[in-house]
């Protein structure tokens, strides 16, 4: 492998650790914005307060919704059970 080649893989995955840095340093799964959850809010409410679920469920009129990585147990996350567009049901996993 030359030189030049050596230092553009050093450089891009000096990049890719940088960006992912920044990205997990963006997240809204946190324990102050999970505070912020209450009963009866709006789909639409939880979506400005966290962005966007990572995934979604639906079945039998109830929609479970993820922030972060629910499958991880060292990860971070939020879930939350809609009715009818409403939080019923939310719970949080490595928050403190």
């Known amino acids: ?14 990049l890719l650790g940088a960006l992912l840095l920044l990205l997990s340093a963006c997240s809204k799964v ?3 914005n ?6 009866g809010m709006k789909y639409s409410e939880v979506v400005e307060l966290l962005g966007e679920p ?4 639906e079945l039998m009129q109830i929609k479970q919704c993820v922030w972060g990585n ?27």
Do not use: P, W
């Open 1 to 14: 492998m030359t030189d030049t080649t050596h230092a553009k893989r050093l450089v891009a995955a000096s």
């Open 54 to 57: 990572n995934n979604c469920k």
């Open 70 to 96: 629910a499958s991880k147990e060292d990860e971070l996350s939020i879930s939350i059970n809609f009715i009818g567009n409403n939080v019923v049901l939310f719970s949080s996993t490595g928050l403190q």
């Open 34 to 39: 999970y505070d912020k959850l209450t009963m």
């Open 30 to 32: 946190t324990q102050e």
